[in-house]
């Protein structure tokens, strides 16, 4: 299983981005998609996550301006952010538990994209 997140960049203050991440490999399904944020110097932390069902949750620090979102047909997830502050910068990563299969078995992975980096600054 692979996760490829795209749509990082360069934003103003106030600005929004929309990040992606598509799930590709043998997948049988999958459970919960979430956005990790690493700020230059700090640790990894949880920003958003979706079940399959549509629950979501965010951290506290990104409620009312960033939204996750997922196309189950699709296997992708979504960030939307908006009013984006320069403490948003950061090496974004999706992060996805997969049931994959084999010829005779499935079985559970938690998967991880590569990062994209998003930079809010003037």
């Known amino acids: 299983v692979q996760l490829q997140a795209s749509g990082g960049g360069l934003v103003q203050p106030g600005g929004s981005l929309r990040l992606s991440c598509a799930a590709s490999?043998?997948?049988?399904?999958?459970?919960?998609m979430r956005w990790y944020r690493q700020p230059p110097g700090n640790e990894r932390d949880l920003v958003a996550s979706?079940?399959?069902?549509?629950?979501?949750n965010y951290a506290d620090s990104v409620k009312g301006r960033f939204t996750i979102s997922r196309d189950n047909a699709e296997n992708t997830v979504y960030l939307q952010m908006n009013s984006l502050k320069p403490e948003d910068t950061a090496v974004y990563y999706c992060?996805?538990?997969?049931?994959?299969?084999?010829?005779?078995?499935?079985?559970?992975?938690?998967?991880w994209g590569q990062g994209t980096l998003v930079t809010v600054s003037s």
């Open positions: 490999g043998s997948i049988f399904s999958i459970n919960t």
């Open positions: 979706i079940t399959s069902g549509g629950t979501t």
């Open positions: 992060n996805a538990d997969v049931t994959t299969y084999t010829y005779r078995t499935r079985y559970d992975v938690n998967a």
